[in-house]
């Protein structure tokens, strides 16, 4: 243990990791609570196999470091609590008695009593009808039941009523990768076939629907061997190239390694919720945004689920062994409703996230690099070759299908903005002047929001250097001073990190690919002298945002 007060605090926390990973072999004593869950439940008993796509964390507590631990038994083992599970079946059937017999909160809970018991029940209710077991994970390859390091990085934060602020918050914690839980009931006294059949079957569902914390980011979905989770109101398969996403590196010589690559649903929550937020503050007052940002996407302060789950299906990493090689990744992004989202809601906040997506997809990457598309660093020595993210829908529905034409496109981005705040304004209540936009104001002479200050462009024009033209024109010596990249325009790590008012997106392949740019601040320089710069080295430029009615500016 660390001394209190002592520095590398960060360092210790990941040489715990480290053991926690490299030093568990949990396969002897998992094996022994498995088989004895088994033999608890009994062959009037029901014992299954549930196994998690990607991690899960369920209860726990701080530990060293006040570092977030899952939950451990009495001997330290990984395991769902009986409590728990019951707690999920019981929720479940509350909810599926509501929607069956069109009861309030309040009677179906009285109607559960029947199967799970209550003290204020009559006195054949008082005991519930099922008993519920420990659920332990199977060793797994790596005999620790998925034990494995785990990391968030809150990257905006609000404060009070004013604009988020980039505190970028790294914080190292432990979770279950793709592990596979035993789970056991038995009948109890009174229990029929039926109900224990009944209540194993709200089990099942709400067992899918995600357990522990942070359901809404992909996290703690356990599905019965051998069926697939919802389908969810939106499924896009998508490639991702470039720098990738990191979710840590792998513990080495001074506390860094390795960066692990991982498609994150959490990178691709954080990617809708801030173009959200960059949507809606060019509409909304920022008290507005934030109380609905909480509602949608979740919040700590004030605590709320969410409306709305990420989770990334299917997933698939090209990890080349040559590291100049072009890395991809793919999958799935599966967006569904969650228990919390008002009825009356659903369909409004479905379109809006429908909308969401495509802007989403079509305005920047996922992960690091996300403000520029993927491009090979040409002539470098060193690493990173590649710098960069593109984000590609591979998929060929109509709904994500794009036209040749610069015009054509420019026209299409309209109308999925309108059709955003559209929905923005059905699900809010709102009247949304999207057409007189508002101006948020900042201390640092940008904000990052679609305002009356901010310009949506798509050009086309000859590359260079491996880098499509609106990159190319962003990084040409025009526009650096003195010889550097200008941190007003392409951001800065020093002496604090400003990330890039500019966002590019290169679309297509070859000489008939444009791009889409986003530049926040626009009505002063540098962010003007580019917009200009874009026009005078010879490229189209189409612009999109502000819409028509208002001026350009360009």
Known sequence: MRAPGLPKKDETKLELLAKAETGANYSQRLNVLIKRTKQTAGPQGITLEVSCPWRVRVGGHRGPESMLLPAFDALGMPYIPSSTLRGVARDRGVRELMNEENLTWSEAQKTITSYFGSLEGPESNRMGKVIFLDAYPLPGPENRGGLRGDMANNIWKWEGDALPSYKPNPNVFLSLYQPTFVVGIRPGPSCTPEILQKVKAWLVAGLQQGIGSQVNTGYGSLIEKEKRGAPGFLAVPFSLEGQLIHGRHHPGSGGRGEPEVEVRPVAFKSMLRYWFRALALGVLPVGEVKTWEAKLFGAIEPQCRGWVRVEVRDTDEDLKKDPKALKSQSGTLVLSCSPEIPAQDRDQVIKLFKHLTWLMFHLGGIGQGARRPCYDRCGRRHAPWWRGSSLIPETEESFWELPEELGEFQELLRKQLTRFYQALGSVTGNQISYQSPRVVKSSQGWSEAIDGNCRILVTQGPGRSDKPYALAVLHS???????????????????????????????????EAYQVVTVFGAHQDPRKKYLKQLQDDGGKVCPVWPFPRQPHGL
């Open 477 to 511: 010596p025009e526009l650096k001073r003195q010889g550097k990249y200008d941190g007003q325009l392409c951001g800065q790590v020093a002496p604090q990190v400003v990330p890039s008012p500019v966002w590019i997106t290169n679309l297509g392949e070859g000489d």
